[in-house]
């Protein structure tokens, strides 16, 4: 069993910059990939970007966050990170990570097989 646990959002002025932490617990979390997700009000959830578990770290990125986001993770802190720059309010959305057992960096979320309860970013115009 995983448990994960996201930190770091808040409220910020369009063009500023957060970063997201996701802390696993569990030995496994270097062989998992991590994902970040989000979901706006009265919006499906969407993928964000997601690492793979070795060999590289291959990433994925939603089209609408490509060069603004970058995904990455510390495999000896059980911890994967999302710096999220440029920041528009269309990013507001409360995010979620996900950890995926096969360890690919997979853009469907039920290819996840744990969830965080997730952290709110809201940006302001």
């Known amino acids: 069993q995983v448990q994960l646990v996201e930190s770091g959002g808040g409220l910020v002025q369009a063009g500023g910059s957060l970063r997201l932490s996701c802390e696993a617990s569990g030995r496994a979390f270097s062989t998992y990939a991590m994902g970040w997700f989000r979901q706006a009000p009265g919006k499906e959830r969407e993928f964000v970007a997601a690492?793979?578990?070795?060999?590289?770290?291959?990433?994925n990125y939603a089209d609408s966050v490509k060069g603004r986001f970058t995904i990455s993770r510390d495999n000896a802190k059980n911890t994967a990170y999302l710096q999220m720059n440029s920041l528009k309010p269309e990013d507001t959305a409360f995010y979620y990570c996900?950890?995926?057992?096969?360890?690919?960096?997979?853009?469907?979320?039920?290819?996840?097989?744990?969830w965080g309860q997730g952290t709110q970013v809201t940006v302001s115009s």
């Open positions: 996900a950890a995926d057992r096969l360890g690919m960096a997979s853009m469907q979320p039920n290819q996840y097989d744990y």
């Open positions: 690492i793979s578990w070795g060999g590289g770290f291959n990433t």
